[in-house]
């Protein structure tokens, strides 16, 4: 039987240059900014050109050559596309490799986690300088956060090497530095790299298609709800769902045609009939990573103290902390007057974590007493109120 993959593959990437080319011609048109303009970060047309150029032909050798040459093409394709950003995707490069030196370095022991941490506060500290401030805040949405997940991986394997092509096939795929992707994706480091599998067939371009499609729903509605006059809370929840929607949609196939299968990281969040649900569904990469780097560990430590206490002390331990250290270091030290948007952080992720850990004293009460299953109306009633909580905190 003939072998349709390379036809397929092909065509992929003839899709994919007609879709970067009609992009371009419409940030041209209308003068659309690629980046975070308040600070100076905005990608030039010519490093858009080529990281629009290294994803299309990556995208054909990658699924074109066999696995162990498709993860050399996407470390390549990645850095060409981080070098789009120009002097300042050169220096983040840099910092990269210098970073996995540090963590790679055995023969120091448990110190070179200690100063990987520290060099990732350097990228923090740039915010004070405006002219490094770009570069910084560019690291700091593309890798710190996976990072940060690679570094807890090699803490719980400290004799083992971190191989350098394994850690550059997990931080520099083609979609994630193209696509900062900041909370949104956040993939484990162990088994990463073995995990690729290059080769288009028609049931992944079925899926491909499914992602796009949803990519394309999601933003138009959130465009026409720029359009639309929703004064309400629930009306802003619904745009910021959409706003994550589109985004996570559009990223899933561009990783997929690189044979780089990921969860999604949200599975319908409107459905949840409670908040701890909601936390499961809604920006699950990043409530993975905040589970095993703060609630797992703080709850392990507490595991003597009584169990209701333990989950609310982990989980205000996971939010007050936890979460907004990593919204503090990954972007909200970057903005030009950072105090407000902190102070606001603090009420949230407060709010966030009472409603939380009462939730999941109520679960676990519900688990220990065998409590029978809830009914419809429960669950009318449980959904109403979470939409509410949701959308309240995000006025916040």
Known sequence: MRDRRPALAVGAALALLVAGVAFALVRSRWHVPVGRPFIGLVISDAGLALQLGALVLGVLVVNLVPAPIARRVIVIEGSVCLLGFGLTGLGCLAFLLTWWAVLDARCLGRGRFVLAIALLATVDATAWCAELAPAGLLFAMIFSLRLLVLAYDRWQHREARTPLGEFLVYTLPAPLV???PYLTFIPLFGGFAQKIAPGLTRAKLVRIARHVAL??????LRQAMNHVEVPTMYGHFLAVVL????FAH?????????GIDVAPPLDRPFLATRYSELWQRFASHQK????????????????????YVA???????TL?????????????????????????????????GV????????????RRTHAPARGLASHALGWAVTMTIAASVRML
């Open 178 to 180: 193209m696509f900062p």
């Open 215 to 220: 990519a394309i729903l999601f933003e138009g």
């Open 243 to 246: 706003e994550f929607a589109a």
């Open 250 to 258: 559009l990223v899933l196939p561009l990783l997929l045609l690189h």
């Open 288 to 307: 993975d990573a905040q589970m095993f780097l703060f609630y797992t560990p703080a709850l392990l430590h507490l595991r003597r103290h009584n169990r």
């Open 311 to 317: 989950i609310v002390l982990a989980t205000l331990w």
């Open 320 to 352: 007050v902390v936890g979460n907004t250290l990593i919204h503090l270091a990954l972007n909200y030290c970057f903005f030009p007057d950072p105090g407000p948007w902190i102070a606001r952080m603090m009420v949230a992720n407060v709010a966030i």
């Open 355 to 366: 409603v939380l850990a009462i939730d999941l004293c109520l679960l676990e009460h519900r």
